[in-house]
């Protein structure tokens, strides 16, 4: 595995957080810092999405505190908690907007919160970077100027990618299970669409609401509809339901899941384990430190997060790592940003973003990373499936040793 060793199980994290984290490298008499808001889920169902981010966060910001900061400035992080509720997230983004030196707001997983949030991100001209939430609309939400930018996945990319995944994997018959938000009507449109251009359609669209208990009756109306393969869109909660109405059924029944990366932002695995033996799950991601694409920035960030977060005893123990990692490149564009305009104004921030020059981030290298019609940095080549260890690792799933092995 290279610079890596792998050993060792999943360490027990805990999801501790502070109202406010600051990163006091500059002593006493420091300027004013620079102001960062995070808005997330940090205690409810996908509770460790937020932390994950929080994580990346907080180690990009040691770094660029670490080299005199920004502006000659330091940046300092504030942590609300919105735990997936939209008007919760309203209040936030509101409460961000009058926060002095405040120049952007890092959001969370969940899609809904973010489309609901996305009028008052654009009131107070607030600089919203989207580390995780892959709806479609939260990037192309017709506001001009445009305030919200993305590294994460987004799902007009990430239907095609995933209905591929299932016709590689030799399903026929696919089958949407969607959860009945914003996030899941935005993945309806794409799943449907890139069916459509392979000259196929579901076979049936099953759909639930948050806080479902059983799914046992939309997964027999696949079954009763002809469906091969699941396409899974849903968070933590739901999807452990999922997988266990699954497991429940007799083994000759059982479906192949593809899901969406919702999932993995929660325990997914901790209530889940047991059922994952008798299903057959994998899922979308955007990176591992398993496979890095650039392995000494990996490295030296591995280094660092083992330094900050001391339970982590292996590259294994890091969490949702999609979560860390597209927060890090995100705090190390804005750094960027607010450098090239020589000023935190929202306004003069938020342009620079769409001109920024080339950077090698942890991710990919961007090239740039935005631009005045685009606010999405990653697109479909930056994806790829993994899967659950039976000790709860996220590791690379690879669709050709699947087929190699049905056909052995």
Partial sequence: MGW???????????????????LPVFGAGSPDPIMVGLDADMSSGSARSGEAIRRGIVLAMDEINGRGGVLGRPLQLVVKDHRGNP??????????????????VVGGLHTPVALAE?????????????????GTPVVDNGYDPNFVFRVSVR???????????ALEMGHKKVALLLEQTGWGRSNERSMKEALKTRWLRPVTIQWFHWGVQDLTRQIRGAREAGADVIILVANAPEGIVAVTSMAGLPPEQRLHIISHWGITG???????????????????????????????KAEALFSAYQ?????????????????????????HLLALAIEKAGTTDRPAVRKALENLDPYQGLVRYYDPAFTKDRHDALD?????????????????????????????
Avoid at 4 to 22: D, K, N
């Fill in 4 to 22: 890596i060793r792998l050993a060792g199980t999943v360490a027990v994290v805990s999801c501790l957080w502070v109202l406010t984290e600051g």
């Fill in 118 to 134: 996305l009028e008052a991100i654009h009131k107070n001209r607030i600089i919203y970077l989207d580390p995780w939430a892959a």
């Fill in 266 to 296: 929660g325990e997914f695995f901790k209530h889940a384990e047991e059922r994952l033996k008798q299903v057959h799950l994998v899922f979308l991601q955007t990176y591992s430190f398993l496979d890095p694409p650039f392995p000494e």
């Fill in 155 to 165: 799902d007009e990319y990430a239907g095609g990618f995933l209905v591929d995944k």
């Fill in 307 to 331: 330094k900050k977060f001391p339970e982590c005893n292996t590259v294994e123990d890091i969490f949702a790592p999609v979560g860390t990692a597209h927060a890090y490149d995100l705090m």
């Fill in 87 to 104: 008007a919760r997230g309203v209040d936030n983004i509101k409460a961000f907007g009058d926060m002095k030196n405040l120049v952007a």
């Fill in 380 to 408: 479909a080549s930056d994806f790829s499936l993994a899967r659950y260890t039976p000790e709860g690792i996220i590791v690379p799933f690879k669709v050709e040793n699947h087929v190699a092995a049905d056909k052995k």
